[in-house]
């Protein structure tokens, strides 16, 4: 199967400041990534598609100026949060696809993001 | 839109119990059916797949079935043991790239 890695797989942060959450396909080639959030005892909803090298297409009700997605490489796709608050404290985790080769979706570990 | 159901959203069983685990969608033009467990606090765990063409996929322990037209899966658990505890997903995206919806969830816990 495919390999997808997220980093890092938690994080603390002031509120006010921003926070970069990457991933990255490691053996192949991913034209489109994809964003979710959990948060506690909920399940995944997705925040937005990431397109290399176009702008991401986001979901109903998520803040596009707040989570910025970077998709600069067919192989890493970046989220930040930008200007954190308590309440963006989240588990976020993306996940990837390899359309025309392996039918499931692949995750990566995800990330525990904690602000105070 | 596709919308994902499961039931029910939680689940207490004595070790040693078959049980059944139910996922519903409304849409019944998907490209195939994920299960995935989930522990607290970590990520997915990527249990059966099954294709849009398939009835049905096992392994180990566990059997999922799929009937696409009446958008239904069911995740069977046979001999359940208590490392089984967890929350179990269902999810199904329409195409070979498209995004994956998921289920609410069945959280499971296995009594010794």
């Known amino acids: 199967g495919a390999v997808v890695s997220q980093h890092p797989s938690w994080v603390i942060c002031k509120s006010g400041t921003s926070v970069k959450i990457e991933c990255r396909s490691l053996d192949f080639q991913a034209t489109t990534m994809f964003w979710y959030r959990q948060f506690p005892k909920q399940s995944l909803m997705l925040m937005a598609t990431s397109n290399e090298g176009s702008k991401a297409t986001y979901e109903q009700g998520v803040e596009k100026d707040k989570f910025l997605i970077n998709h600069a490489s067919l192989t890493l796709s970046t989220l930040t949060v930008t200007s954190a608050h308590p309440e963006d404290s989240s588990f976020y985790i993306c996940?990837?696809?390899?359309?025309?080769?392996?039918?499931?979706?692949?995750f990566g570990q995800g990330t525990r993001l904690t602000v105070v | 839109k596709q919308e994902v159901t499961q039931i029910p959203a939680a689940l207490s069983v004595p070790e040693g119990e078959n049980l059944v685990l139910n996922c519903s969608f409304t849409d019944s033009a998907i490209y195939n059916l994920q299960w995935f467990r989930q522990d607290p606090g970590k990520g997915l765990t990527s249990l059966l797949l099954?294709?849009?063409?398939?009835r049905e996929q096992t392994s180990g322990r566990l059997n999922a079935s799929l009937d696409k037209s009446s958008g239904r899966s069911t995740l069977y658990i046979a001999a359940s043991q208590p490392g089984d505890s967890a929350t179990y997903l269902c999810?199904?995206?329409?195409?070979?790239?498209?995004?994956?919806?998921f289920g609410p969830g069945t959280s499971l816990s296995v009594i010794p």
């Open positions: 099954i294709q849009s063409s398939q």
């Open positions: 996940s990837a696809r390899v359309p025309g080769s392996l039918p499931e979706a692949f």
């Open positions: 999810a199904v995206p329409k195409t070979s790239y498209d995004k994956v919806i």
